[in-house]
């Protein structure tokens, strides 16, 4: 019975987007993903029970890659049905560019406003960024928790830190570039003193939240900043040398946002996955692989509400929206990484800002 009644659904959004019912092209959603396979196999695994007629073709890459791959496969040539990526800035440059296809549904109508763009562009997930470090090379009274603090902590200790620092590549990763843009626009003048200080520790740019994570555990960076807390916490659940903290002057919250491709080859197949990424069932997944629902009809306290207690004016979330095209900008772009280089490059003295009750040290 429970076969007939996906199979029943399955056929309705078919009919509805004008498809024919046959068997072949249609009964897969090719979903471009810059969310590792191994986190999302549970939601892949559900949909593809609840619609045994859709076979999920899903294609991890980091999200630099997957927007310039999307970008060469435009019209005829195109391949993915959903766009999901954590790079925020890059999918709201492709929607509005009208890479997106509109979609309305039920499940889109019982979303908060703030996920939702045009009814093109959606918010799955609430996910903080934070500092992760290596529990055993770095002592708990000696981890910092604000950003300030980072950079005091690089100048009392250097040889600890040395050449064991690691951050997200704003080249490589989209993601990265996001999130170190966003971090100039909350605290420019920490955040330049940051990556200053970081430089002439050693910094080591990785394009992926896994290439970092696997080297905090493994010793070779005794700290990672601007790192993804949800694939975090997950990797410290099962990881005792991985430890996480989210910053306390203020921390930065980002939402993977899905759009269906306006040349979705399988735009029914398309409309049930996103429909099952932003159902309650979907987003119970998604708190479960510790991804964070943006709902808040779950039941009990959501985790976006109790994130927001938690932080209290340390909240920070990215609003979905055309201001996160401002860094997008080729100019502000070439600007932006321009001075990324140069602060990692330098060598000057750097004026540390002091924590209450201390004074000021120079980082050497």
Not at 56 to 68: G, P
Not at 266 to 284: E, K, M, T
Not at 300 to 324: C, D, H, M, W, Y
Request: aromatic content about 8%; some cysteine.
């Amino acid at each position: 019975m429970g076969f007939v009644k996906a199979a029943c659904r399955t056929a309705i959004l078919w009919l509805a987007a004008g498809l024919p019912m046959s068997a072949g092209a249609a009964d897969t959603v090719v979903v471009y993903a810059a969310t590792d396979r191994q986190i999302a196999e549970p939601l892949i695994t559900d949909f593809e029970q609840l619609h045994p007629a859709i076979k999920v073709d899903y294609r991890d890459m980091n999200s630099t890659e997957l927007f310039a791959r999307f970008l060469q496969e435009t019209g005829e040539q195109a391949q993915a049905d959903i766009v999901w990526s954590s790079a925020m800035d890059l999918q709201m440059k492709l929607v509005n560019d009208g890479h997106a296809l509109p979609h309305r549904s039920a499940e889109t109508a019982s979303l908060p406003a703030w996920a939702i763009w045009k009814n093109e562009a959606f918010g799955t997930t609430y996910e903080p960024v934070g500092f992760v470090y290596n529990r055993r090379l770095l002592e708990t009274d000696k981890v910092p928790r604000t950003h300030a603090e980072l950079v005091r902590r690089l100048a009392e200790n250097p040889e600890l830190f040395r050449q064991r620092l690691t951050a997200y590549d704003p080249r490589r990763a989209g993601v990265g570039y996001l999130l170190h843009s966003q971090d100039m626009e909350a605290n420019p003048v920490v955040f330049w003193s940051l990556v200053r200080a970081m430089g002439r520790a050693g910094l080591t740019t990785e394009p992926t939240t896994a290439s970092m994570l696997d080297r905090i555990s493994g010793g070779q960076a005794v700290l990672g900043y601007n790192v993804l807390a949800s694939y975090a916490l997950a990797r410290a659940a099962t990881d005792a040398n991985v430890g996480v903290v989210l910053p306390s002057d203020y921390t930065l919250v980002i939402s993977r946002v899905a759009f269906i491709s306006r040349h979705a080859p399988h735009p029914a197949a398309a409309r049930a996955w996103l429909d099952h990424v932003l159902s309650q069932r979907g987003q119970a997944i998604l708190n479960r692989i510790g991804l964070f629902s943006v709902r808040d009809d779950l039941g009990g306290e959501s985790p976006a509400a109790a994130l927001r207690k938690q932080l209290g004016n340390a909240f920070r979330p990215i609003v979905l929206g055309t201001g996160l095209l401002t860094y997008m900008d080729r100019m502000k772009r070439e600007i932006f990484l321009g001075r990324w280089d140069a602060a990692l490059q330098s060598t000057d003295d750097a004026r540390v800002i002091p924590l209450p009750g201390t004074a000021a040290k120079a980082v050497r």
